[in-house]
């Protein structure tokens, strides 16, 4: 796949099991990128593995817990023992947490399940990337916030994945700055309903309907998994060198209102 956008750029991406990840380590792929699939389902990530090389590519897969900065570090080593080099990051594991109540109703176990892999998760990731990264003097990460990172949602409830997003944008914006010296770039994708196993999951929970996921968004219809996987490709490319500190809402119009 030479020529393309991400031509031979070595790729991790986490949560690559299922849904956004899983389309996204196909869309790299096809983009020219060499991709470590990350995810904590093992027989998951294996076939996303066997996706990638149907469609041409190459791919690896890695255990990977991101709540564990051992297991997010081994991770970090595998993608540099494997491809040699760290160019792109995919910051995308992440849970659903809907549903818990309005805040008051919210415990500190679902407040913790949230925080702890949404936002800790991400901090982890970012932390062993950014180590390789600047060693490399290169780099890009993409990390998978929500628009539930831009503005509040009011239901389904879930308050305490709109303060992970939120906090997975600030992070964001201040890595950005911090690295902008450095050859790192940092940003954010930050998409709608994206038709998914999580959004399936709250559908049959009866938290919300597909009718309801379609009439969030102008353009009147939820988004395909590869549609966020485009999106993270162009900002982990090099077409997108000037672009850095960004949260990018990929949600067809919904927070243009
Ligand atoms: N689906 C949507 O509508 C939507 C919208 C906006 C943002 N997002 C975000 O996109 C990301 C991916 O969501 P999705 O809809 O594809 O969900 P998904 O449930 O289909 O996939 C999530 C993947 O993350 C993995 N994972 C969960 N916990 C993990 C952990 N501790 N360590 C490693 N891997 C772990 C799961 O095994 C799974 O393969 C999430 O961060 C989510 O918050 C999703």
Redesign the pocket.
């Known amino acids: 796949m030479a020529g393309s956008l991400l031509d031979g750029k070595a790729t991790l991406i ?8 899983a389309a996204t380590a196909v869309v790299f792929a096809r983009h020219g990128a060499k991709v470590i699939v ?4 093992e027989e ?1 990530g294996r076939r996303t593995v066997a996706e990638v090389e149907a469609a041409g590519g190459e791919a690896a897969f890695v255990w ?4 564990r900065s051992d297991a997010v570090k081994d991770m970090v080593d595998f993608t540099v023992e494997r491809f040699g080099r760290l160019d792109c990051a995919v910051n ?5 947490t809907a549903g818990d109540g309005r805040l008051h109703e919210v415990g500190e176990e679902a407040w913790d399940a949230s925080i702890t ?2 936002l800790k ?1 991400v901090w982890w990731c970012m932390k062993h990337e950014l180590a390789r990264m600047v060693q490399q003097g290169s780099g890009s990460i993409v990390n ?5 990172g831009l503005v509040g949602i009011e239901a389904p409830f879930v308050s305490a994945y709109v303060a992970a ?1 939120h906090g997975v944008v600030g992070l964001t914006k201040a890595a950005a700055l911090e690295y902008a010296t450095s050859g790192i770039r940092v940003n954010a994708v930050c ?4 038709r ?4 399936d999951d709250l559908i049959a929970q009866g938290i919300m309907t597909l009718e309801q996921t379609a009439a969030y968004h102008p353009v009147g219809r939820y988004a395909n ?1 590869p549609e966020i996987g485009e999106a993270i490709a162009w900002l982990s490319s090099d077409a997108a060198s000037f672009v850095t500190g960004l949260p990018m809402a990929v949600d067809g119009a919904m927070t243009a209102r």
């Open positions: 986490t949560g690559a099991g299922s849904g956004i990840g990350a995810d904590i389902d998951a990977v817990d991101v709540r995308n594991a992440g849970v659903d892999v949404n998760g998978v916030a929500s628009v539930a997003k998409p709608g309903a994206v998914t196993q999580m959004v998994p």
